[in-house]
C-alpha cells in the first residue's frame, strides 16, 4: 500500500466511471468525449504492467486517431434528424442482446481461467523494456504477420476511398 | 522493480500536477484580482467566430471522414516503425531489418498513390 496503490485506484475509478458516464449520455457527442479521458486512463493502467509502448500506442491510437473517427462518424450521421433516431432505436433489442451475450462471455471466461500468480510485467518486458520486447519478436518470429499487417492496412486504404467517394458523388450529383 | 513500476513515471505526474496548478491558477489569479465593468460592446462576438446561423446538427460532409479514416491507417503504419526504430542497430543483418521494413513501406506506398490519384484528398 502507497503511492502505488492510490494510483492505481485513481485510474481504475475514472475508467468505471467514465465508461458508465459515456454508456449513459444521451447526447452521443459527450458520450464520445467521456471515452476520452477513459481510454487515456487505461493507457496509465499499461504503464502499471511495464507496457509503456502499448500505453503509448493507446493514447496516439485511440485517444487520437479513433476518438476522431468517432466523431466524425456521428457527425456525418446526422443525428437531429427523425429518421436517424428511428433507425437507432430499432437497434435496440439487437443492442442489448449483444451486450447481455458479452456479460456472459466475460463471467464465464473470468470464472474459467486460472490466474497464475500475482499481476505484473513479465520478466522479459522488465528486463528489456515494453518497446524492445515487442520489436523483439514481431520483427524476427512474427514477420509474415507483420508483412501481411501493411496488406490488410492497404485493403483498409481502398476501402475508405471507394465507399466514401461513392457517398459523395452521390450527394453532389 | 515489478512494484514500482509506475513509479518511474512520478516526474510526469509532478509535471502534469505543476501544468494545472499553472493554468488553473492563472485563470483562478486572474478571476479574483481581475476588473470586471463588462459593457454591450465588450462581451460581443468579436473575432472569436462567427454568430451562429443554423443548426449544427446537420449532415457534415463525408470527406472528414475519409480523412479521419486514411490519418488511422497512416498512424498505424507509424506505429509500426517505433519499435523498429529502437530495435534497427540489434537486427542479425541490418539490411535484414531494413529491407523487411522497406517491404511494408512499399505496400503502403501503392495506397498512398491511390489516394493521390483517386484525389480522395482534393477539396475543391
Given at each position: 500500500m502507497g503511492l502505488e496503490s492510490i494510483l492505481f485506484y485513481y485510474f481504475a475509478i475514472v475508467i468505471v466511471a467514465t465508461a458508465a458516464l459515456a454508456v449513459s449520455r444521451r447526447n452521443p457527442v459527450y458520450a464520445v468525449l467521456f471515452l476520452l479521458p477513459c481510454l487515456v486512463h487505461i493507457a496509465g493502467l499499461w504503464l502499471f504492467l511495464g507496457a509503456e509502448f502499448l500505453a503509448a500506442i493507446q493514447i496516439i491510437i485511440?485517444?487520437?486517431a479513433i476518438m476522431v473517427l468517432y466523431l466524425f462518424v456521428i457527425f456525418i450521421l446526422d443525428l437531429g434528424s427523425f429518421r436517424t433516431k428511428r433507425i437507432i432505436h430499432q437497434q435496440k433489442s439487437l443492442a442489448i442482446a449483444g451486450g447481455l451475450a458479452l456479460i456472459v462471455q466475460l463471467v464465464v471466461l473470468t470464472i474459467a481461467s486460472t490466474f497464475p500468480?500475482?499481476?505484473?510485467?513479465p520478466q522479459e518486458v522488465v528486463s528489456g523494456g515494453n518497446t524492445q520486447a515487442v520489436g523483439g519478436v514481431l520483427y524476427t518470429d512474427f514477420l509474415f504477420p507483420f508483412e501481411l499487417a501493411s496488406l490488410v492496412l492497404l485493403v483498409a486504404i481502398f476501402g475508405a476511398v471507394v465507399l466514401a467517394r461513392k457517398e459523395s458523388e452521390e450527394t453532389s450529383s | 522493480m515489478q512494484e514500482s513500476?509506475?513509479?518511474?513515471y512520478l516526474p510526469i505526474l509532478i509535471f502534469f500536477a505543476l501544468a494545472v496548478a499553472i493554468g488553473g491558477g492563472m485563470v483562478v489569479v486572474s478571476t479574483f484580482l481581475g476588473r470586471k465593468n463588462p459593457n454591450p460592446e465588450k462581451i460581443s462576438t468579436y473575432?472569436?467566430?462567427?454568430?451562429?446561423?443554423?443548426?449544427?446538427r446537420q449532415r457534415f460532409d463525408v470527406r472528414f471522414y475519409l480523412v479521419a479514416m486514411l490519418f488511422i491507417l497512416f498512424d498505424i503504419e507509424v506505429v509500426f516503425l517505433y519499435p523498429w526504430a529502437v530495435l534497427f542497430t540489434r537486427f542479425d543483418p541490418v539490411i535484414f531489418g531494413f529491407v523487411e521494413m522497406l517491404l511494408f513501406i512499399f505496400v503502403l506506398l501503392f495506397g498512398y498513390i491511390y489516394v493521390l490519384r483517386k484525389g480522395a484528398l482534393d477539396w475543391s
Open positions: 485511440y485517444t487520437g500468480g500475482p499481476f505484473g510485467p | 513500476a509506475i513509479l518511474g473575432e472569436c467566430g462567427m454568430v451562429p446561423f443554423k443548426d449544427a
